[in-house]
């Protein structure tokens, strides 16, 4: 897809995930926003997956190791067709196969049940690991809250992954700045990053996390990186493309009302015909 099409589709998936929260009264809409435009680049251009056949042997991987950040990964499945985009108004109700975190037994699509932090970049450096050890092209994605990472679980998957030279292994980091109880750098600072995955022996990549063409870059060149992992720090906002959401961290584990979906809707709507003109 061109970049303008990829931005359109990261503006549906947006309206989706506030579609989805709302319509749940609970859930995680600051680190699912911050991230749509790179669970749009995945799904839509860098993933080698098929809707039609979501377990096929030789797919790519993808585990969301911030499982909160489930309502970014619903509604980008729902629009790349593994499920039915209605379905996302079922969030976290009783009985829907779209609960609060991910799960591998309910969802297609989902390749790892995730939402204890930490745990989703130990399971991708295994699977990463397993494709090694079976002589497999198959490439293993994940995707880390930067407040996640004040995880040790974390690190001890870095440091088996820069070990084990796993170059089919991309670790992708939210750095959108926000945690639930404050700025990443007030509550327990994990900064440098990049140096510290460096550290670990992975060849890290800084970006714009709402850059079509950084994005674009920084995946081209991890598949091109042999001998080590590779760690995209995607320099986000939290809340990205809904004004009152923005950087705040308020937003971080809240639903909007009905008077804030509505203006958070229409915030969108703009964003999208602004796209439309372009």
């Given amino acids: 897809m061109e970049n303008l099409?990829?931005?359109?589709?990261?503006?549906?998936?947006?309206?989706?995930?506030?579609?989805?929260?709302?319509?749940?009264?609970?859930?995680?809409?600051?680190?699912?926003?911050?991230?749509?435009?790179?669970?749009?680049?995945?799904?839509f251009e860098e993933l080698n997956i098929d809707p039609e056949n979501p377990d096929k042997p030789d797919r790519d991987r993808f585990v969301l190791?911030?499982?909160?950040?489930?309502?970014?990964?619903?509604s980008t499945l729902a629009h790349r067709g593994f499920f039915p985009v209605e379905d996302l108004v079922t969030?976290?109700?009783?009985?829907?196969?779209?609960?609060?975190?991910?799960?591998?037994?309910?969802?297609?699509?989902?390749?790892?049940?995730?939402?204890?932090?930490?745990?989703?970049?130990?399971?991708?450096?295994?699977?990463?690991?397993?494709?090694?050890?079976?002589?497999?092209?198959?490439?293993?994605?994940?995707?880390?809250?930067?407040?996640e990472i004040e995880e040790g679980q974390v690190w001890e998957a870095a440091m088996f992954a820069g070990f084990h030279k796993l170059d089919n292994l991309v670790v992708i980091v939210d750095n959108n700045g926000l945690q639930i109880d404050g700025p990443i750098d007030q509550v327990c600072s994990p900064y440098p990053i990049d140096k510290k995955f460096e550290a670990f022996n992975f060849h890290v990549i800084n970006?714009?996390?709402?850059?079509?063409?950084?994005?674009?870059?920084?995946?081209?060149?991890?598949?091109?990186?042999?001998?080590?992992?590779?760690?995209i720090i995607a320099h986000s906002l939290k809340g990205k493309g809904v004004s009152f959401m923005e950087g705040n961290v308020a937003w971080h584990g809240t639903a909007p009302n009905d008077e804030q979906y509505a203006v958070a809707m229409a915030d969108l709507e703009k964003v999208g015909e602004a796209l439309c003109q372009k």
């Fill in 91 to 147: 969030l976290r109700k009783l009985g829907s196969y779209l609960q609060g975190h991910p799960s591998m037994q309910y969802i297609p699509g989902v390749d790892m049940s995730t939402g204890s932090l930490g745990q989703g970049i130990s399971a991708a450096a295994g699977m990463a690991l397993g494709g090694k050890l079976d002589n497999k092209d198959y490439r293993v994605y994940t995707l880390l809250g930067d407040g």
């Fill in 65 to 74: 190791s911030k499982g909160h950040t489930a309502p970014g990964l619903y």
């Fill in 207 to 231: 970006i714009d996390a709402h850059n079509f063409d950084e994005i674009r870059a920084a995946f081209k060149e991890a598949k091109e990186t042999k001998g080590m992992p590779t760690a």
């Fill in 5 to 43: 099409e990829l931005a359109k589709m990261a503006n549906e998936i947006r309206k989706g995930i506030v579609t989805a929260v709302h319509s749940a009264k609970a859930g995680h809409p600051g680190g699912s926003l911050s991230a749509a435009d790179i669970f749009t680049y995945l799904y």
